[in-house]
């Protein structure tokens, strides 16, 4: 069984949707999780970080973490084209010293 | 703009031979990750340096060595060069070592070995 598994899409939506992004994980020593966004070409950047299990809300994005189903996912409401991209969960241990196991990414489309 | 810069952009090279991929953190960071990102295996951990001290390693091949220096800059050298390492290198700096630090990446290096 690999780590982090992510459904990898490609997911498309109308504008204006509410899109839910998932990764489940299987091992229990992860504690921070994370969802990056990455442009076609680009590096990834930070979108959401949570520490532990729990809700985060930024805007638009929100990050809800449940470590007992060992699930996290990320919502996007009201969508919008420029969000178009691949999203990566990455997850990281608390004794680790900073390498990140990230899910293989699920490509999103927001169509006009 | 995340602030870590590499350089070169892209690489073309053929199998057996050696490139330096260089990789600039964002002023004040002193930590720098090198991850790999292919279509099959997805964005892999590689290796971590922390001012100038090797702190962590992963998935990283013998045929793969890298360092950093002391104004920080890190060079990732890729030997011996085969067809399957073909991929997207990816420069992360963090101010720290620790987990849950935040690691901003740069733009990558786009390798390809004929």
């Known amino acids: 069984q690999k780590e982090v598994e992510q459904d990898p899409g490609p997911l498309s939506v109308p504008e204006g949707a509410i899109v839910s992004l998932n990764c489940t994980y299987s091992n229990s020593a992860f504690q921070y999780f994370m969802w990056y966004r990455q442009y076609s070409r680009k590096g990834p950047e930070l979108l959401m970080y949570t520490y532990s299990s729990g809700n985060k809300e930024d805007g638009r994005f929100t990050a809800q973490v449940d470590k007992s189903s060992k699930y996290i996912s990320l919502f996007i409401r009201d969508s919008q084209p420029s969000d178009s991209a691949t999203y990566l969960c990455a997850l990281e241990g608390r004794g680790s010293q900073g390498n990140l196991i990230f899910g293989k990414g699920t490509k999103l489309s927001v169509k006009p | 703009d995340s602030g870590v810069t590499q350089t070169p952009k892209h690489l073309i090279t053929a199998t057996g031979q050696r490139v330096t991929l260089r990789c600039s953190p964002r002023?004040?960071?002193?930590?720098v990750y090198w991850y790999q990102q292919s279509l099959d295996q997805g964005l892999q951990f590689l290796i971590q340096?922390?001012?100038?001290?090797?702190?962590a390693k992963g998935n990283i091949l013998e045929r793969f060595s890298a360092q950093q220096f002391p104004d920080l800059h890190s060079e990732l050298n890729l030997s011996s060069l085969e067809l399957g390492d073909s991929a997207l290198y990816f420069c992360?700096?963090?101010?720290?070592?620790?987990?849950?630090?935040?690691?901003?990446f740069g733009p990558g290096t786009r390798l390809t070995v004929l």
């Open positions: 002023s004040g960071d002193l930590s």
């Open positions: 992360a700096s963090s101010v720290t070592s620790g987990p849950g630090d935040t690691q901003y």
């Open positions: 340096y922390y001012n100038g001290e090797e702190r």
